[in-house]
């Protein structure tokens, strides 16, 4: 498939472009459940738009964002994975976002989809992947850790829409390297 990132099963990874804006939003609006776990809100009007522009704080190193759209066979999204490359220290990448589709929950997509996510992100330099993780988000909270994923530490207090959450910082290191290596890169991240 042309400007295929990397396949799943039938189905392929394609960064989102502006063009396909409206098909994102149809997309969340369909699978609202992350939303409302977290924002206490389903997603608004703008939330595709704001997925796709949105960058992390500016005084935070970065090399890149984007948006992953996951494709079925016949092209139609079923899921979608925000990434930051080069988070805070090269090798370092950030999921910012990870919805599947709320008709294949349970089905094993999300493993299917997050397997190939993972090995193209080693096929990328990945060394380490972080991530934050709403405290009381039960079904993410279970997902990250039987993928492998370490709590780092707790952030209090962070608004997300309506609702003031906990997030856990988790990371998972690719390249067989300590964590005490990603804590000497990145030191916003370890526990207080």
Known sequence: MPGALFTAGEGHASEVTGAEVSEVQRFLEASPEYYLRVTGEPPGPGAAQE?????????WDFTRKSLVAFRDA?????????????????????????IIATRLHGTGAAQLWYGALESWLRSQGCQWIRLG???????????????GYLELRKR????????????RVLMKPLAGRPVSDYLSLVARDRPE
């Open 51 to 59: 997925e796709l522009e949105a960058l992390p704080p500016a005084e």
């Open 74 to 98: 016949s092209g139609a999204i079923i899921g979608l994975a925000e990434m930051v490359a080069n988070l805070f220290a090269a090798g370092v990448w950030h999921i910012g976002l990870f």
């Open 133 to 147: 993780v709403a405290q009381g988000n039960a079904p993410a909270e279970r997902f990250w850790q039987k993928l």
């Open 156 to 167: 209090e207090g962070v608004q997300l829409g309506e609702q003031l959450h906990t997030i």
